[in-house]
Every structure is written in structure tokens, then in C-alpha cells.
Nanobody, 127 residues
């Protein structure tokens, strides 16, 4: 089992930036496919981004493409989500997830592809 701890959430004005971090432990980090999801109040969980084991493959939801960047540092066992040009509709609890299979950019992630999840970090974007 992988333990995941997110950090970096907070309150930011529209147009601002935040960087989320997710520290992983319990398995060799470089063997894990990592992802970010979010859940807004009253809405279903939504895929945000995923990154392959090496970091070469990345995959974004259309709603964040061009604004968010996922990256990883395998030496630090950490995955990041840099969020720029934030909008009020980005307000949600953001969750880090770990899995074993990386799918191509044409695939629609549902969350079922990931085995372990963090507790989440709140991101609030004010207008």
C-alpha cells in the first residue's frame, strides 16, 4: 500500500497560482503512475492530470490543459501540480492518486485506474 500526503492548497484570487505537492511512501516511487483528481462541492470526482513513471508521459483534462502542469521528482518521491491562471471553477478538494498503468492521452481516466489515494487538500479560488 502506498501512503500519499498532499500539501500546498489554500485560498487564492482568480488569475493566481498554487503548487500542490504529494509525497509518497510505501513503494518504490519510480514504479508508480501518479495522478491528480478533484472534487468540487456537489459534483463528481474529476480527473485533472496523470504522469507516467518516468515523467515523460503526461495527460491532462481539457479543462486544465494549458494552465496546469504535472511533474514528478523520483528522487524526492513527490509529484507536483502547478496550477496557473486559476479560476473560481477550479475550487475543489484535490486528491493525489497512485496506480500501476499509464494510459495514452486519448484515454478517459475515471479514478478506478488508481489504487491508493491521499486525503486531499482544499483549493479555493475567489473571484
Amino acid at each position: 500500500q502506498v501512503q500519499l500526503v498532499e500539501s500546498g492548497g489554500g485560498l487564492v484570487q482568480a488569475g493566481g497560482s498554487l503548487r500542490l505537492s504529494c509525497a509518497a511512501s510505501g513503494r518504490t516511487f519510480s514504479t508508480l503512475v501518479m495522478g491528480w483528481f478533484r472534487r468540487a462541492p456537489g459534483k463528481e470526482r474529476e480527473f485533472v492530470a496523470a504522469i507516467s513513471r518516468s515523467g515523460v508521459g503526461v495527460h491532462y483534462a481539457d479543462s486544465v490543459k494549458g494552465r496546469f502542469t504535472i511533474s514528478r521528482d523520483n528522487a524526492k518521491n513527490t509529484v507536483y501540480l502547478q496550477m496557473n491562471s486559476l479560476k473560481p471553477e477550479d475550487t475543489a478538494v484535490y486528491y493525489c492518486a497512485a496506480g500501476s498503468i499509464y494510459y495514452s492521452s486519448s484515454y478517459s481516466y475515471t479514478g478506478a485506474e488508481f489504487d491508493d489515494w491521499g486525503q486531499g487538500t482544499q483549493v479555493t479560488v475567489s473571484s
